[in-house]
C-alpha cells in the first residue's frame, strides 16, 4: 500500500488483538494488487439494546489506480457469524479480494464478455419445417423435430426463436440442430 492503513472503531473500546488483525489481513490484500493506494477500515459494533448478540459491522475503503474506489460493507445480509468480529472482519477481506481481483481482470481486459446466443424469427413455416431469418442476417432451415421446450405446432410466423445451427449444411443450407421459442423480453444485445 502507498498510504498508511487507518483504523477506526466504533461503538466499541480499541483492541491491539484486532487491530493486528486488521494490518495482517490489510497485508495480504497486497497479493492481489500491490497497487493499492490507499485502505481505510472501520469496525462497528452498533449500538442494540436487548437484543443477545452484537452484530459487528466492518466496512473497508480502498482507492486503487484509474480513480478506481472499492468499498466492502459487510452490513447486511444480517450474518449470525459476524457476533464474532474476527469473523466478520474475515468475510470483508476475503470480499475485498475478491473485487480487487475483479478490478485487476477489468483492468487487464480480462473480463469476458457474454455473447448474446444466436436468435432470430421464423419467417415461412411448412408442414415438417420452416425458416428463421437469424440476428446475424442468414436464412437458416430447421425441422419440426429440432424444436425443443415447445412444439413445431406452437411456432407462428413472427415468432422469435434461439436456435443452435449445425456445423454440417443440410440440402437447404444452414440448418439448426436446436430451435427454442423465446418472448421479446428475453433477447438481450
Known sequence: MQLPLQI???NMDVSPA??????EKAAKLDQFSDRIMSC???VECPRRRGHKGKLYHVRIDMTVPGGGEIVVNR???QNHAHEDVYVAIRDAFNAA???IEDHARKRRGEVKAHDVPLHGTVVSLFPDYGFVRASDGREIYFHRNSVVEGTFEDLAEGSEVRLVVAEKEG?????ASTVRPIG???LVG
Open 40 to 42: 481505510r477500515v472501520v
Open 184 to 186: 421479446k423480453h428475453h
Open 8 to 10: 477506526s472503531f466504533r
Open 75 to 77: 452490513e447486511a445480509p
Open 18 to 23: 484486532i487491530e493486528a488483525r486488521i494490518r
Open 171 to 175: 440440402e437447404k443450407g444452414p440448418q
Open 97 to 99: 479480494a475478491r473485487q
